[in-house]
């Protein structure tokens, strides 16, 4: 399986850039996992930020992408329930699943609009930051109840 996370914005934090990295290293040896920070453009208005993050992520985009948005106000599902999702989409071991996330403004309804599936991680807000690794948990996590081997608990 490959996974691409698109983010908008840079890891600053260590402790997040240490966690990251812990769980890259958990999953790459079961999935094709790569990251793309993409550049944000927080610096100007809400409503110019998000027509060039939209841009920018679009071009990132390929035909055939299962993408999932994470977003607060998605569809919020359990740990199995996404473990379910991402190992039984009717997609070909070849097929991509792409994740956004997207900045300090989110991301634009076009976005929105071209996902397949938006995901809430819960109905606080995360930075972008936090929301990458909790994603990167939870993928491994979802790993681990496919494969039925002991960390859900
Ligand atoms: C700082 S947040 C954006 C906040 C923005 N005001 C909004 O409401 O969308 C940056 C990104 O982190 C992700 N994120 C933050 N909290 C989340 C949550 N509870 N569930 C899913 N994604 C979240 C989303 O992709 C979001 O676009």
């Known amino acids: 399986m490959n996974i691409k996370i698109i983010v908008i914005g840079k890891i600053r934090n260590e402790f997040i850039k240490a966690g990251v990295n812990e769980y890259l ?3 790459l040896p079961f999935i094709n996992i790569k990251i793309e920070f993409l550049p944000s453009f ?15 992520i679009l071009k990132n985009l390929r035909n055939g ?8 106000d998605g569809e919020k599902i359990s740990s199995e329930e ?15 699943i792409t994740f ?19 995901l809430s991680l819960s109905s606080m807000t995360f930075t972008h930051e936090f929301a990458l690794l909790i994603l990167l948990e939870q993928i491994y996590r979802a790993l681990k109840i496919q494969r039925n081997e002991p960390y859900h608990y």
């Open 65 to 72: 992408e299962f993408i999932i948005t994470l977003d607060k």
């Open 42 to 56: 927080s610096e100007l208005s809400e409503k110019i930020a998000l027509l060039k993050e939209e841009e920018i």
């Open 82 to 96: 996404f473990s379910k999702k991402l190992f039984k989409l009717p997609i070909s071991q070849n097929s991509q």
């Open 100 to 118: 956004i996330i997207g900045g300090i403004y989110g991301v634009s309804e076009k976005i929105k609009q071209s996902s397949n599936f938006i």
């Open 25 to 27: 290293k958990r999953l």
